[in-house]
């Protein structure tokens, strides 16, 4: 098992190595970066703003470039540190990264690792509550489907399981904010930011209140999607397990209905929902949640990380980048680890052997 463990954390380091080379080769490719911004927003041209298309940034910025003092963009680009040619920047870049620092925002005049941290709880809170809500709700309800397959009860449940799936996260965010939050004469829930603006002054329990409040709509936004795909991935699972013969065999037995399905089914059948957990959460964390935050007015990584990217704002890219694939594939090494705790029987340095 340490074995398996120590491969696995050694195979991280090429594949971030691997991924921040593809992106950088990508990044240097496009046109539009923060030189050509800067240079643009000298000349008072419009297209160095978010809004504006790169092409149109790049083609602006080296018309109005010819009109510059040339040692004017040579100081442009050592601010950039494009005065570097690019070999040497990955170079630089991949020894920072080695060291965990991520450098400092081209615009925000901040750190990377300090804005990483201001915004991570944000993220933090909306993956975490979300994945959790949805493996307490759907992982009961997929086996109760299972057992009573077929019943006036599956039919219902799978009725509303197939409409919630359907809709995409934003719109069900955009329907519960009409209903719920003052789009209609209820206004029971806020839509903006993550706590109110009196938070400080509140007690420990009205801070806690007021957390939960702020979290209620973006978290219920964000499970209906998944909660629809476990629950039945979780009925599929238990159903194909329930008609081997162990489970024929365990009731000949005589034992009872739930000693059979909690201590025979529920350990195989639930391998294939444990496969899905590190996807569910990284899906919840890095792809749903910026849609939610633009919505709701929350500023965590989703949207910081698509604001810098659109801005060029390349070490806040690179860095969140680098943070979010670490994430993921430790995430993934913990998925594989919870094989175990399901079932001991696996054994992953016999496997790897």
Not at 114 to 143: C, H, Q, R
Not at 168 to 188: D, E, H, K, Q, R
């Amino acid at each position: 098992m340490w074995g398996y463990i120590l491969r696995r954390l050694l195979l991280i380091i090429p594949t971030l190595v691997i991924i921040l080379l593809v992106n950088f080769v990508i990044i240097q490719a496009a046109p539009g970066g923060p030189v050509e911004q800067a240079i643009a927003h000298l000349q008072g041209i419009g297209g160095a703003s978010v809004g504006g298309g790169a092409s149109e940034t790049s083609s602006n910025a080296s018309r109005a470039s010819r009109g510059l003092d040339p040692q004017l963009i040579k100081d442009i680009e050592k601010q950039y540190g494009f005065d570097k040619p690019a070999h040497e920047r990955l170079w630089l870049m991949l020894k920072n990264y080695a060291q965990l620092d991520f450098g400092k925002s081209f615009f925000r005049g901040a750190t990377v690792t300090d804005l990483i941290l201001e915004k991570m709880p944000v993220t933090i809170s909306l993956g975490l509550w979300a994945t959790l809500i949805t493996y307490l709700v759907s992982i009961p309800l997929g086996i109760r489907k299972a057992v009573h397959h077929g019943s006036h009860f599956d039919i219902w449940s799978s009725t509303a399981i197939i409409i919630g799936y359907a809709m995409p996260a934003f719109l069900f965010a955009m329907f519960l904010i009409v209903v719920f939050a003052g789009g209609t004469s209820l206004n029971w829930f806020p839509v903006r930011g993550l706590v109110s603006d009196n938070f400080e002054s509140l007690s420990t329990l009205g801070k806690i209140a007021d957390y939960f409040w702020h979290l209620v709509l973006p978290v219920t936004a964000l499970v209906i999607g998944g909660f629809a795909t476990l629950t039945i991935l979780t009925k599929n699972s238990f159903l194909n397990e329930i008609t081997r013969q162990y489970v024929v065999t365990a009731r000949a037995k005589g034992l009872s209905e739930r000693r059979v399905l909690y201590g025979h089914v529920f350990r195989n059948a639930m391998l294939l929902v444990v496969s899905g957990i590190p996807q569910a959460f990284i899906s919840v964390f890095f792809a749903g949640s910026l849609l939610i935050e633009v919505i709701f007015s929350l500023d965590g990584l989703g949207r910081m990380s698509y604001e810098a990217a659109v801005s060029r704002d390349y070490p806040v890219v690179f860095g969140s980048l680098f943070i979010f694939t670490l994430f993921g594939l430790l995430i993934k090494l913990i998925g594989d680890l919870c094989y175990t705790l399901v079932d001991p029987r696996i054994d992953f340095a016999a496997r790897n052997a």
